[in-house]
């Protein structure tokens, strides 16, 4: 959590402040741009002539003491002159004069603060604090402010036509609300936007988001009826658990497309877990914004391809697909595409079948895809697209065109759009033509989107499908029932005798495996049955005599974690031989591997079902970040895992457990009986309280758990978990 999200006042943090509060910045009265300047080669010139260039519907006070004029506007000396109401103040001078500025526009009573000069928070301590000062200040008044070191915003509502950016190139009106924590990618953004038909209601650079933050432009947008679409490029998170709140809900109402970059596992390296060794910061952050239902795009050009699809197409009801093409290669190369992505290639009935064989020619292909071959025109893909569009067993089409020398793109693309607009399901057009072609729709928004290729296509596709399917589910799972670990007076028992085991760790940090596995029955998580005995031949037979053969035999060592690569296992020992033999063994063999050997554990040799893994990995940013998958000793060569993130509720643990590749493992194959899903569920939900209730807890893996047919034979065979300080 960076400063400005820990520092907030609670009122800059309750939904519904955020649109009446940066109304200020987006939609001002009146601007002072102070550092104007006359300089054709400067920021201070540029911000003020876009600002009048694109007609802004207020008024403009530029503030410059060694001007008379600037651009046919009267400049004064600074904000105290003015003698109008200011809304928004764009500060643009010197490092050093900007927290005297400021504090001269507190005083001057401006509603927004728009502060361009970098500088700050991003060059060091020194800038750190200077930035803490402008922070502290803004939100003494109760102003709210964008930057330090932002390019600025823009508003292309037609009542505001507000661009208080020094961006060269000017923005198109749309129903894209767009932010970026990076100002010279915002430059760049804005450049690409031309060539492409998407259009934009706001765009922010946060800049070092000192006091607005990407969560409060989310709040600003959620109600707002001109934003169809929020896409966000973010560098970092300053606040992901209160993101996760305002995501989710605002996800219900409208799409977020996220890029997010710095992908690394550095993390993971220092990770002494396998949920710690596999998740990395990089998984964390996909599973944060999987389970709050925002989209996330890999590249700035992809985040654009899905932002035109959810702009101008409904949601799909269904993954089926139906494509349209007068040319074989694209459309193998489309279906490919729509496989991969996790989409379905949509059954055509046979009467859409007959209906099209009625007018196409018979060297057509009448399958899906639809291949319509190079002759088809105009008439022909309308027709053809309404077919398949009416086939009930189609969500969405994918439209190909490889234009032929006597065919008009244009007049094909109107048919598409005919056939589109009176169907509710989202079309897509892969339309290879010319560079004029392109030119001449760019501007075109009674069209559908338009790609230059399949692949692209049926990602915005995929992607649309991946949002539709998040909205359609339940948006709450009911809360645990009374006895469960977190409810009544018996959670209350269960947590301090938690706190009384987690009190016990040793070196490292680490619970011995007595107190693990009395961690998880303390939560209601079967374990196989165990005793823990000192070394000592005499107990350890006692040990397995109580338990019954065959037994298996775990070696107990202060240092020891990955017991597999001390040999300190050993499985389904059946007399009192093997295990005498087997523990003279191991004392020799996990003393050789530099272990000092304190004791043994004696469990039941559990069989039957599948091996799979539960595990927990505290970012600290992000909090506990829980992982379900197939497990054993080669979880970490197969990574068949997935993640989610607090809060986690019962369909996305269910979503974690069923989203596996292997989960045919577990459903059951070849007359195999399945696992029981809904124990391993609930295991899911046990560990997130046990760990939302315990934060101590660093890490947990329970691995393997054997996932069995009948409840009674699932159980943990093995677990560690590491206990750090409490947080502050």
Known sequence: MDDAERSAPAD??????????????????????????????SIGFALLHNLVTNQFEGAIFPVNPHAGAIHSLRCYASIAEIPDPIDLAVVMVPRDAVEGVVEECLARGVRGLVVITAGFAETGPEGAAREERLRAAV?????????????????????????????PTPARAGRLGFVSQSGALGVAILNVLQDLDVGLTQFVSMGNKADVSGNDLLEYWEDDAETRVIAMYLESFGNPRRFTEIAKRVARKKPILVVKSGRTAEGARAATSHTGAIAGADVTVSALLEQCGVLRADTIEELFDVARALARSPLPAGHRVGIVTNAGGPAIMATDACINLGLQLAQLQPATVDGLRSFLPA?????????????????EYGR??????????????LVINVTPLLANPIDIMHEIAAATHERAKPTLAVMMATEEFY????????????????????????????????????????????????????????????????????????????????????????????????????????????????????????????????????????????????????????GAAGHRLSGFLVQEMARGG???????????????????????????????????????????AGEMVRGIRGIKLLTGVRGE???????????LLRLARLVARHPRIEEIDVNPFLAAPRRAEAKALDVRIKVGRAPS
């Open 139 to 167: 939100r003494a008044a109760g102003v709210r402010m964008i930057g330090p070191n932002c390019m600025g915003v823009i508003n292309t509502a037609a009542a505001v036509s507000l661009n208080a950016t020094f961006a």
């Open 439 to 590: 030119e001449t729709i760019k501007l075109r928004r009674d069209l559908p989107p338009v790609y230059r290729f399949p692949e692209s296509a049926a990602r915005a596709l995929a992607m649309l499908a991946r949002y539709a399917a998040w909205r359609r589910r339940p948006a709450a799972a009911p809360a645990p029932g009374a006895g469960e670990p977190g409810v009544g007076d018996a959670a209350d028992a269960a947590d301090a005798a938690v706190s009384a085991l987690l009190d016990r760790a040793g070196p490292g940090g680490y619970l011995g495996p007595a107190e693990a596995f009395a961690v998880l029955e303390r939560y209601g998580i079967a374990v196989a049955r165990w005793r823990q005995v000192p070394d000592d031949d005499g107990a350890l037979l006692a040990a397995a005599a109580e338990i019954g053969y065959p037994v298996v035999l775990k070696a107990v060592a202060p240092d020891l974690v990955h017991k597999s690569e001390a040999r300190a296992v050993r499985v389904d020992l059946r007399g009192k031989a093997e295990l005498a033999e087997a523990a003279a063994v191991m004392r020799r063999e996990v």
């Open 673 to 683: 009986p399945g696992a029981d899903l809904e124990l391993l569920v609930e295991v």
């Open 12 to 41: 800059h943090l309750a939904p519904g402040n955020s649109r009446r509060e940066l109304d200020a910045i987006f939609a001002p009265r009146s601007i002072a741009v102070i550092g104007a300047s006359r300089r054709r080669d």
């Open 610 to 652: 599948h091996e799979v893994i539960f595990g927990v990995s505290t970012d600290p940013r992000f909090g506990p970040l829980l992982m379900f998958g197939l497990g054993g000793k080669y979880v970490e060569v197969f990574q068949d895992v997935r993640f989610g993130v607090l809060p986690l509720d019962t369909w996305e």
């Open 384 to 397: 053809t697209l309404a077919a398949v569009l009416d086939d009930p067993g189609v969500d969405m089409a």
């Open 363 to 379: 060297e057509a292909s009448f399958g899906n895809p639809v291949d319509m071959i190079a002759s088809a025109g105009a008439a």
